[in-house]
């Protein structure tokens, strides 16, 4: 198999590219938004060192396994409005779906648009055989 050297992704509306070390000011800041962080941190405020240390995590998983977090952009080259991709899983032995994006876009679909993306490069891309992914309950969207 051919070995991908640049992950990025491009849908009609989003670019999706492995976050760095300059998206961590960008996604702490999404990542402390009151309506983002109450699913994705249990509602707390991490310090940005916590951020930085996600994103070092993420870089080491794409390193070793070839999927990460991907920083989220509209594809006219607009400032960061969400995260979406990977980390293995707590639980099981698989990589976990993670997503999230900033309230002032929430409605639009980018979500959804993302997160098909990435299970396409999870399963077509890298050609995995399983994904897993969590919820709160009280998350309905």
Partial sequence: ???????????????????GPSDVEALHALWTEPDVRRYLWDDLVIPRSRAAEAVK??????????????A??????????????????????APELLFGFTRRVWGQGYATEAALA??????????????????????SA
């Fill in 1 to 19: 198999m051919a070995r991908q050297t640049d992950p990025t992704i491009r849908t009609e509306r989003l670019t999706l590219r492995p976050a």
């Fill in 57 to 70: 995590r993420s870089t080491s998983d794409w390193e070793a396994r070839r999927y990460g977090i991907w």
């Fill in 72 to 93: 989220v952009h509209p594809a006219a080259g607009e400032p960061l409005i969400g995260f979406c991709g990977y980390r293995l899983a707590e639980w099981r032995d």
């Fill in 118 to 139: 990435a299970l396409d490069y999870i399963f077509g891309t890298l050609r995995l055989a399983e994904v897993v992914a969590a919820t709160d309950e009280v998350n």
